[in-house]
């Protein structure tokens, strides 16, 4: 229950950039920094995931901690993928 902000996060987040990436050049120039904090929770999203996932394998729920390891390699991907988005936009 603890994890549902930062699964949130990331299920919502790639909708968000897609439409960002639609928008007009100015419009995308201007939102350059509000990727970059986008890219830094999924940073901070990866580590927690992976902690979660240890932790709840320690205490033998192992589904559960199938799921979290799961949406951390999953936010690490879309993290690969967002990172070359942001460094080739023109801002």
Do not use: D, H
């Amino acid at each position: 229950m603890l994890l549902f902000p930062f699964k949130a996060y990331v299920i919502i987040v790639p909708v968000w950039a897609l439409v960002l990436k639609a928008e007009p050049f100015y419009v995308r120039a201007e939102l350059l920094q509000a990727t970059n904090c986008v890219l830094e929770g999924y940073a901070l999203c990866v580590p927690v995931f992976i902690l979660a996932a240890l932790i709840q394998f320690l205490k033998r729920q192992k589904f559960t901690a199938a799921t979290s390891l799961m949406f951390g390699m999953a936010t690490f991907i879309i993290l690969l993928f967002l990172l070359p988005m942001c460094a080739l936009a023109k801002g």
